[in-house]
């Protein structure tokens, strides 16, 4: 079996997780989330402790331990939230939220208006900071590349939207 599925995972106060058939709801203080267990799978719950492992033979050992790797997510979302980091570098790359819009200048000849999905909070420290929060881990990671997409760093000079701590790798420019 999966040493990952192995583990079991210990519900925080607060947090409750509950399996009817193949829909596991994970609901806390940040929000609930639903979702779809194989049924090579099996989840069970026991006081604040769930544990996951495969229904009938071995081979179902992985995508067990991948169902536990993802209610594990789910479970610190809902409890604790996830959030992520982007900076803007260049000059005059500007970005500010205004409630449900992201207002974002990046060189263009025309401003962004990204609309911020259901679920997801977007803060704006700085002008030259964004912090996309939310308690599902997939769709905070997925709004964070939409809005790297709009200008990702290019090599040259280091100018665009990247990730709080991304390293680029900078080129050498072209010699005479």
Do not use: W
């Amino acid at each position: 079996m999966s040493r990952v599925a192995k583990r079991p995972l210990d519900l925080p106060a607060g947090v409750s997780l509950q399996v009817s058939g193949q829909e596991i709801t994970v609901k806390g203080p940040k929000g609930a989330i639903t979702m779809r267990c194989p049924e090579a799978v099996e989840v069970s719950v026991d006081g604040n402790v769930a544990s996951v492992a495969p229904a009938a033979n071995a081979e179902n050992s992985a995508l067990a331990g991948t169902i536990r790797s993802v209610l594990g997510n789910h479970v610190h979302g809902v409890s604790q939230g996830f959030e992520r980091g982007l900076e803007l570098v260049g000059v005059g790359y500007r970005a500010q939220a205004q409630g449900k819009v992201l207002n974002l200048s990046l060189g263009f000849s025309h401003p962004i208006a990204f609309e911020v999905p259901e679920g997801i909070t977007i803060e704006t420290p700085t002008q030259t900071e964004i912090v996309v929060k939310g308690h599902d881990c997939q769709q905070v990671g997925q709004v964070a590349a939409n809005i790297r997409s709009f200008r990702p760093p290019e090599p040259y000079k280091g100018k665009g939207v990247k990730y709080k701590g991304e390293r680029i790798l900078r080129k050498e420019a072209k010699k005479k």
